[in-house]
């Protein structure tokens, strides 16, 4: 029987794949969990128009990081914090701190995307990568500075 994956399923095939099973596997399994179904023409039909579908959107998503990723890239953010008297920061920034402060300053970043080292102990300046979807990165520069009271 010729199904058409809804998902990805392991050893049988990635979502939108059409696939060759034996009725009784699709029948007893693959159907009632809604995990397949029949490849019939006007479902393989509707499975192109969804694909390009889909393939229109990821272009367009792509098109919108790249612009983000265009935006960020180079930015120079001064972030002050408060420092003992050795210079030290109280605490550190980790990727947590740096994305609440760019949200602060507009620029939408999760804590995830953030790739650091290490957690930024010192005044200093530090390039940090920002990893976007769709395998894009951006290099922002952090300056840390020591806060004015």
Partial sequence: MKVILL???ENLGKKYDVKEVKSGYARNF???KKLVMAAT?????QLELQKEAEAKKAEEEL??????A???DGLEIEMPVKIDENGQLY???TPLKISKFLKEKGVEITKSQI?????IKEVGEYEIII????GLEAKIKIIVVEEKV
Avoid at 41 to 45: D, R
Avoid at 63 to 68: A, G, I, M, P, R
């Fill in 7 to 9: 998902q990805d399923i």
């Fill in 70 to 72: 265009q935006n960020l």
């Fill in 30 to 32: 693959l159907l009632p």
């Fill in 63 to 68: 098109k919108q990081f790249q612009l983000v």
């Fill in 41 to 45: 023409p006007n479902a393989l039909k």
């Fill in 115 to 119: 790739k650091l080292d290490k957690p």
């Fill in 91 to 93: 605490g550190s920034l």
């Fill in 131 to 134: 990893e976007l979807p769709h």
